[in-house]
């Protein structure tokens, strides 16, 4: 039944300037009450899994490329975020997704992630020290700042074969550009993004230079080497834009995957000592985790013809937007959604979205995920919040603890 107090109530919520903190109970409403509802300036909102995964998959749904900024927002090209942006393939509709998407997927391979598993034990291990230094005498220790933002950015910095001690210099500089995302790329926002993006490309394409005169077994050496058999490779400005993708892509989202799975375990208990005793059925876990508190809660497209969402008309060219994370609550698709349960049959969350875009590190944030939370439980017998509070700083777009101090031993 509709009812359209309750919908606007919701999206209000939802989609204020300060976030919202819970959002699950105004999706409830909005699968209840609005499935396809609007905002004031006409975007279409979905929150059921069945129209979310439509127009996720349906490429009718566009992504919004540079014809697409060419034609609302002319001279964002003009800021050097915007135009790196626009080079990545998660911006780019067919065929240039197409094309995009091979090419990297030819460097970025199922069997390069696994053989980052080494590595990624090894660096769990030792911010696990890290964090057992901190912690000792009973001080509290923010997961965040010590373990959970760590881990990724420095897995890239691995994969991407950045020398050691310059991977700590991405980190703000990758923050940036995601801020600017979530902040519609406007305002100081937006100033940022253009100087981190400039450092950023100056960096990245001065490693690639190397790369290019004494190539290593990495991935920036790879994507330099890349080739199609009729020759097409990836230009500089595709490089650079895909290089940035990647790190902003793999960052605070495996962070917050993390951060925010962990914090389910502190609000249970029952939950934290469970997975204690069964940590080989960690992949179950992830999945559980993924779905009830995902990073990215929202994938935007535009629609390029005229056509209807669950019997609502969408004209061409209107903005929808798809709650991923209301999605994976729907329970015509998944029984007790509110309940976190690890024993589920795997599948049928949108975290890492569908179709054609579906991420392409998500085997890597499965792997991360999977070694860190296993390696942490062993090492502390005891992990409680430090009762300080913990703060969200990405709340609606992207959701994460800005702050996760604990108590460990
Ligand atoms: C828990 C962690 C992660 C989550 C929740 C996540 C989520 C997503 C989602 C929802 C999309 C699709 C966006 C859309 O359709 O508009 C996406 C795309 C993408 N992700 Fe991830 N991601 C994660 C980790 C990673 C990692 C570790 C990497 C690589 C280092 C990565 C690289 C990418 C790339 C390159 C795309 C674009 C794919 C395309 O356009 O074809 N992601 N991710």
Known sequence: MSDPAAVRRALRALFSPLGCPDPYP?????????????????????SRHA????????????????AYLARTWPEGRDHLSVFSLMGEMVNQNSPHHERLRRLVGRAFTPRRVAGLRPAVEKLVDGLLDGLAERAAGGAPVDLMEHFALPLPITVIGELLGIPEEDRAWFAP??????????????GEALERADEATAELWDRLGALAARRQEDPRADLVSTLIAVREEDGDRLTRRELLANLVLLYSAGYETTSNLIGNGTAVLLDRPDLLARLRGEPERIDAWVEEM???DPPIQIASRWAGEDTELGGVAVAQGSQVVALLASANRDPARHGDP???????????????GAG????????LARLEAAIAFPRLLARFPSIAHAG??????????????AELPLLLS
């Open 26 to 46: 105004h999706y409830a409403v909005l699968r209840e009450h609005g499935p396809v509802s609007r905002l004031p300036d006409g975007t279409v909102v979905v």
């Open 51 to 66: 129209d979310c995964d439509r127009v996720l998959r349906d490429p009718l749904f566009r992504v919004e490329d540079d």
């Open 173 to 186: 500089r990758v923050q940036a550009v995601t801020s600017a995302i979530e902040q519609n790329l406007a």
């Open 290 to 292: 993924l779905r009830f």
């Open 338 to 352: 509110d309940v976190f349960r690890p024993d589920r049959a795997p599948g049928g969350s949108l975290t890492f």
């Open 356 to 363: 054609a875009h579906y991420c392409l590190g998500a085997a």
């Open 388 to 401: 300080t509070g913990a703060p969200r700083n990405r709340m609606t777009s992207l959701r994460g603890y």
